[in-house]
């Protein structure tokens, strides 16, 4: 587990320094969860980059940091594009490229609600919105998740950021099955006691991708 930030922050030099090309890192999960004081430690680092060729280079600058490859079976992660796991002895590493579940996109949105940390010569560090890291948070059926969830909710979210971006990954990819899983998992939250004031029109959008399914 890791407990300080800053462990990653020497990672991330450490990057840096090895890297030939510019890569825009954004942090999506509980790291970002850690760094804001959210959640006291967090077992890995989940980040995505944009583009192939960031992705290629962060890859082989790890791996010259001696991480490898690993694909073990995660309960709870079966909705999640994961591009590649890696880890060394003391942390492991999810990366995704560009697309976080099926058609449910890091958008040029959540881009922009990013907010930056850390600036070196050849790499930029962002955090996601706590409002994407909600959303991507519901996705999973991990129990930890949910609990985080809980606390962003608690600590207090744009509700209606977090429905914009679902009607517009909707509109710009075709309605998809992660609307359900969304959908779903805020019924669960709203059971633990937290006001979903979205949570009517999110079972509007659930209604009509199952709908879209009959027309099939």
């Known amino acids: 587990m890791i407990e300080n930030f800053s462990d990653y922050e020497s990672l991330f030099n450490k990057i840096n320094q090895l890297s030939k090309l510019n890569i825009d890192i954004y942090v999506i999960g509980g790291a970002a969860l850690l760094y804001r004081e959210i959640k006291p430690s967090t077992k890995d680092i989940d980040i995505v980059v944009n583009t192939r060729e960031e992705f290629d280079e962060l890859t082989r600058a790890l791996k010259i940091l001696n991480f490898r490859d690993f694909s073990p079976q995660i309960t709870g992660y079966d909705n999640f594009n994961l591009a590649k796991k890696l880890k060394n002895e003391d942390m492991h590493i999810d990366i995704f490229l560009k697309e976080?579940?099926?058609?449910?996109?890091f958008s040029k949105e959540m881009v922009k609600r990013s907010e930056k940390i850390i600036s070196l010569d050849k790499i930029k560090i962002y955090l996601s919105s706590n409002e994407d890291i909600f959303s991507f948070k519901?996705?999973?059926?991990?129990?930890?998740?949910l609990d985080d969830c809980i606390s962003l909710a608690q600590r207090g979210l744009d509700w209606n950021v977090i429905l914009i971006e679902?009607?517009?990954?909707?509109k710009n990819s075709?309605?998809?099955?992660?609307?359900?899983?969304?959908?779903e998992r805020l019924i669960d939250i709203e059971e633990k006691g937290i006001v979903i004031p979205i949570l009517d029109q999110t079972n509007?959008?659930?209604i009509t991708y199952n709908e879209s399914l009959d027309v099939k």
Do not use: H, V, Y
């Open 100 to 105: 976080i579940c099926s058609k449910f996109s």
């Open 138 to 145: 519901t996705m999973t059926e991990r129990p930890g998740d």
């Open 166 to 170: 679902m009607k517009s990954q909707i």
């Open 174 to 183: 075709g309605k998809d099955i992660w609307i359900t899983w969304i959908n």
């Open 204 to 206: 509007k959008l659930a």
